[in-house]
C-alpha cells in the first residue's frame, strides 16, 4: 500500500498564509460595521442609479444578493460560538461577491461608463484597504472572471472584450500594484519594530539570568545550611545576651523565606524562558504539560503580583470563581493572567477611575478566564491592532514587546483562544477560552 508523503509547506505560501491571517484579525472586530455599509449600501444605490441618476443597467435582484451577504457580516458579533469557524469564509464569500463580482459585471453591462469605471476603481481600493495583497489579487481576479463570464453566458451577450476594458485595466491595475506595495511596506515596517523589541526584551533576559543563577545557587546552598544554624542557635539561645535573641515567629519565617526565593526564583527563570522562547518565535513544548488547576494559577499570579500600593491590590477583584482543570504549563499560564492583571491596571490608571475583575466559568464545551477593566477602553483602530503589538491603549512594555500576541499563542499552545472586546473610555475585556480537557487535542508542540 502506497504512504502519502506530506510535503511540508513552501516559505513563501506559509508567509502569504500569515499575512493574511494577520490581515483577518486585523480587520475582524470592525465586520459589524463593514457588513452594515455593504446592507444598506447595496439597495441604496439602486435607488440612486435606477431612479436619480438612472444607468443604461441595473438589478436590483443583484443589489438584493450583496445585502443578502453583507447581512451574517454585519451580524458577526451574534454567530454562535460553533459557527464561528465558518465567519472567514462568510467575509471573503462576501467580498467575492460585492467588490470583486458585482462591480466588473456592472461595469460590463454599462458599456464601461465613466460612472461605473470611478465605482469600480471605488471598490478596488476597498479591497486595497481590507485585504493582503495575495486574498486581494485572488479575489479580484476570480470575481472579474465570474463577471466576464455571468455576461457572456446572459442572453443577447457575446463574451467579446471592449477595447475600453484594456483602456481601463491599467488604472484598475496600477490601484491593486500600489495599493499592495504600501500595504506591504507598512506590514514590514511594523514586524520590523515588533522584532526589534522582542530582539531587546530578548537581550535583557538573557543579562538577568546570569545574577538569577547566582542566586538561585546561594538559595541552593541555604537551604542545606539553615536548619543547621537553626538547630545550633536553638541549642544555644540561652546563652545569647538578653535583647539580642530572635522571637519564635521570626525563627518560622526564617525557615520559609529560603524555600520562597527558591521558588520565586524557579518561577522568574520560567518567565525568562518564555521571553525569550516569545522573542526567538520558537515553539511551545507540550512534553511537560501537565494537569494544572486554573484557580491555583490565577491565585499565585495574585499572589506574586507586584502591586505599587494598596490601592492597587483592592482594584483587582476575583469574582466567587468556579475551579476548572486544564493540560498545560502553571508558569504559562500565570504569564498570562499577570500580562492582562498588569494591562488591565494600566488602563484604571491612565483612565483615573475603574477595577480590574477576574471571573472563571465553566461550560459543557469550554472554560473561560475573563478578565475586564473598567477603564480607558481602545477605539476600534486598537482593538483591530491589539494582537499586533500596535496598540496605544496597552501598557507600554506589553505594546512593544509583544506580551499579548505571545499571551495569544499560549492560549491556541493550551487548545484554546484568546479573544479582547473594547469600547473607548468605557471598559476592556479579555475572554481566555479554554477547551473541556477530555476534548483537548494532544499533539507534541504548538507554534509560539
Known sequence: MATAIH???????RSAAETARRHYERVEPNLPAIGLVGLVAMPLYWLVWARLFPQPYES???RLIGAGLSLPI????FWPREWKPWLPAAWYLALLYCLGFFFNYMLIR?????VWQ???LAGTFLMVLLLDWISMSLLFAGGTALAWAAYALGPGHA????ERYFEALPIFLFALIAGSIFNYKAEMLRQERRRAALAFGSN???EIRSPLSGIKTAAAGLRQALPVLLKSYQEAREHVPAGQTLDNRALVGLEHVVDRVWRETEHLTAILDIMLTSAGDRTIDRARFRRVSMLHCVQDALTRYPFASPRDAARVNLLAPEDFSFDGSDHLAQFVVLTLIRNGLFGTARAGKGTVTIALECGDDANR?????EGAGMSATELANVFDGDCASLEPGIAKTGAITYCRSVARAFGGELICRAEAGEYTEFEWRLPAVAAMPRPESASA
Open 7 to 13: 510535503q511540508p509547506m513552501p516559505a513563501w505560501l
Open 60 to 62: 436590483l435582484t443583484l
Open 74 to 77: 454585519a451580524l458577526a458579533r
Open 110 to 114: 454599462n458599456d464601461f461608463s465613466i
Open 118 to 120: 470611478m465605482s469600480t
Open 159 to 162: 463574451a467579446i472584450v471592449p
Open 204 to 206: 535583557i533576559a538573557d
Open 369 to 373: 478566564v475573563i478578565i475586564r477593566d
